[in-house]
Each structure stands twice: as structure tokens, then as C-alpha cells.
């Protein structure tokens, strides 16, 4: 279990701290190897690891009792042992290799550079909490905006008249920004100030609303360590490409047997369209 990951592991700890578990023949087993070995096998959690330390000593003495023999008859020199070593070397090296390139690239002052661009790209985004009162019949919503010019309160009107399901919360929709609603009910709102109710009713395919503007902001950005593993993970992913692209000059390189053929969309079939987002109520 483990065996090609744990029968030659080397310790990194000093070795004052890291005591001797075992030994074979010469060869002395000490705990970080021990404990490397455990980190290998899958489903053990971190916190179970010390307790289980001891159980898995005797394991990694088979492995080495293994290891030893192997290499005792000669089993190094065979042709698939030398062709997995190969296969196995080649991951290592493309994998220390990207890894000490992307952390020249993906550095912190990188990120930063990053964030700052995605702010700019990105700005605060108007938004607005308002209520509606959601009718079926254009006329209704005429009385109800009469009763609001006359001091009525929205909200109570609201809860007794509108059909949406905002209604028993007294038409609250919240904060939202101009696109989360269908363009008729965005217009109004967005067109309105703080405090106004609307001055005729406004028309959806959801029915008729009488709209009123509680409150606006702009959206609020995130921060950078919200954003900090997206940023990363673009920057290597150009970093990437472009070691790539750097190590392909001058390379003759041919790709045989291998092009992408394009697929053509079936006859009479068109490509869908997106569709208007409903309004949030």
C-alpha cells in the first residue's frame, strides 16, 4: 500500500526531531518517513494520523524488506521498471519545472496588479431597493397611486392588494440592479428618485405595477482575498501559455493524425437564443 511513493522517502526533519521508529538491517526508518507514507495512503484525515503512527511502522519495514530485495536481483535494470522510472521522472521535472516558473510569474505584487485591473473593469453597479404592488387591471393601479398621492402607506396597500408573492412582505424586492429585472419595470424604477412612487402604472408581461423607490447604492466590489484564488489561478493559467508559447520558437513541431474536424450544426437547426430574464419578486 503506498509502495511506490513510500520505499525510498527521505526525511527533511533535523534529526533530533525526528527519532528513529525502526530499523532493517542498516537501513534506519524514521518517523518523518513514517509519517510522509501515511500522508500517501488516500481517506486517512490529518487528525488521525499520529494515532495510527505506530500500525503503519510495520508496513513501511515491508516495504524496505521489498525495496531491498528488488534491487538485490537486479529487478532495477528491467526494461518496464526503467520505462514507469521514465514516466515517473518525466512528471517530476514538468512538474518542478511549471511549478518554479509560475511562482516567478504568480507572484503577490502580480495578484495586486490583477485585482486593481479587475476594479477598474469592473466598477460599482447602481443599485435600488424598491417595492411594487403588483395588479391585474391598469385602472386598479390608477386608485392605488391616487390613495399614495393622498398619504396612504405603500406597503400596506401592498399587502392587501397586490397578487405577487412580494405582497405579504409588503412588496419588498430588496436591492437589485437593472438587469435582474425586465426592462419595463428597470426603466421605472432606475428613473425614479429616492422616496417616489410611480406616477402611472407600469406594464409587464407579469401585469400592471405601481412601483416606489426606497433606497439606492452602488453594488459593493469584492476584495481581494475573496478574489484571490480566481486571480491566481487566470495568472498562471497565462503564465502558462505563455511559457509555452515561448519554448514552441523555433521548434518544428507536427501533429499527425490528430486535427480537430469541425462539426457542422445539423440541418435546419439554428442556434438558440437567449431569452429575457424575469423579473425577481
Same mark, same amino acid.
Given at each position: ?77 528491467? &526494461? ?87 405582497? &405579504? ?14 426592462? &419595463? ?36 466590489? &469584492? ?59
Amino acid at each position: 500500500m503506498g509502495g511506490d511513493q513510500a520505499a525510498e522517502v527521505a526525511s527533511d526533519a533535523p534529526v533530533g526531531d525526528d527519532p528513529v521508529m525502526a530499523k532493517v538491517g542498516d537501513i534506519e526508518i524514521r518517523r518523518s518517513e513514517v509519517v510522509k507514507f501515511a500522508e500517501s495512503i488516500p481517506n486517512i484525515p490529518q487528525e488521525q494520523i499520529e494515532l495510527i503512527l505506530p500500525e503503519l511502522v510495520g508496513q513501511v519495514v515491508d516495504l524496505k524488506l521489498i525495496t531491498k530485495e528488488a534491487t538485490s536481483s537486479g529487478l532495477g535494470n528491467d &526494461p518496464e521498471v526503467q520505462k514507469r522510472v521514465r514516466d515517473v521522472k518525466e512528471r517530476i521535472l514538468v512538474e518542478v519545472f511549471l511549478n518554479r516558473a509560475l511562482e516567478k510569474e504568480v507572484t503577490d505584487a502580480a495578484v495586486e496588479k490583477a485585482y486593481q485591473d479587475y476594479l477598474t473593469e469592473n466598477p460599482p453597479v447602481r443599485e435600488v431597493s424598491a417595492r411594487h404592488i403588483l395588479v391585474e387591471e391598469e385602472e386598479t393601479g390608477k386608485d392605488l397611486i391616487k390613495q399614495l398621492d393622498e398619504g396612504a402607506d405603500f406597503a400596506t396597500l401592498a399587502k392587501e392588494h397586490s397578487t405577487g408573492p412580494s405582497g &405579504p412582505g409588503g412588496g419588498d424586492l430588496g436591492f437589485f440592479q437593472a438587469e435582474q429585472m425586465v426592462k &419595463p419595470f428597470s426603466d421605472a424604477a432606475f428613473g425614479m428618485k429616492v422616496g417616489e412612487h410611480s406616477t402611472a402604472p407600469v406594464q409587464t408581461r407579469f401585469g400592471w405595477h405601481v412601483i416606489k423607490v426606497d433606497a439606492e447604492r452602488d453594488s459593493e466590489q &469584492p476584495t481581494k482575498e475573496q478574489l484571490d484564488g480566481q486571480l491566481r489561478s487566470e495568472l498562471s493559467r497565462s503564465a502558462y501559455e505563455g511559457i509555452v508559447e515561448n519554448l514552441k520558437n523555433g521548434v518544428e513541431i507536427e501533429i499527425i493524425g490528430a486535427e480537430a474536424e469541425e462539426v457542422a450544426p445539423a440541418e435546419g437547426e439554428d442556434k438558440p437564443e437567449g431569452e429575457e430574464k424575469p423579473a425577481s419578486e
